[in-house]
């Protein structure tokens, strides 16, 4: 029995502000948070290790560095089988570029981001890259006032995930955003084979790096 993925739907699932989770197979966590440091726009980004922390330890490390949470990005990083994953605390938000270059050199990568308290609001995003290459990314509202047309990407990739929404009922613009949020986590989950472990990134303490300029 795993936690699976659709545990992240709830409100505030990991911290205020939202989440964004990148999961890699193929890579160390260490590996990952390479890669996401030099995916940071702008001046290139070193990951930093800052030992093991809670979710909270991490953002008051955050704040207590660059004199704003919002101003620092850290990582949490683990393991759910196959798959290294790296949880983003801080200022994430808008600052990644595509996923396609963590995926370099035959990785699978996929990213769960949700910008909870953006007053617009912003729909969570789903992207799946594999050896460079886009494979398929939707919002996880399915809604088309945020540019929903179908799921893009590789056509025949992108179409096996579309008939996996279709199949469990979606898009269904009667239903609940956060039911359509939940169903849809669960069906990239069944997509990707992914899990992410609930305890150890809510209440544990997990190793962390800092995502500081070089």
């Known amino acids: 029995m795993t936690d699976g993925t659709t545990w992240l739907a709830a409100p ?12 890699a197979r193929g890579l160390t966590p260490e590996e990952l948070a390479d890669r996401l440091a030099e995916n940071v726009d702008g001046v290139r980004h070193v990951a930093v290790a800052a030992g093991e922390h ?20 850290g990582l949490r990083l683990g393991r759910a089988g196959d798959w290294a994953y790296a949880v983003a605390y801080g200022g994430w938000q ?18 769960l981001e949700y ?8 729909p969570p995003q789903f992207e799946y890259a594999h050896d ?13 006032s945020w540019g ?7 056509a025949a990739t992108a179409l096996r995930l579309q008939d996996l929404f279709t199949a469990a009922g979606l898009p269904d613009p009667d239903l609940d955003r956060r039911e359509v949020h939940h169903t ?5 989950e069944q997509f990707l084979g992914l899990s992410l472990p609930k305890a150890p990134i809510v209440a544990g303490t997990l190793p962390a790096v800092m995502l500081e300029p070089a």
């Not at 910008?115 to 912003?122: D, S």
């Not at 849809?184 to 990239?188: E, N, P, R, S, Y």
């Open 54 to 73: 809670t979710g909270s330890s991490l953002e008051e490390l955050l704040d207590d560095t660059f004199g704003d949470l919002y101003a620092g990005i």
């Open 148 to 154: 929903y047309t179908g799921v893009t990407g590789d």
């Open 94 to 111: 808008g600052e990644f570029g595509s996923l396609e270059p963590v995926s370099r050199g035959g990785v699978h990568a996929c990213l």
């Open 132 to 144: 460079g290459r886009l494979m398929s990314a939707c919002n996880l509202h399915l809604d088309a």
């Open 115 to 122: 910008e909870e308290e953006n007053g617009k609001p912003v």
């Open 184 to 188: 849809a986590l669960g069906v990239v």
């Open 12 to 23: 505030r699932s990991i911290t205020f502000g939202g989440y964004h989770v990148v999961l």
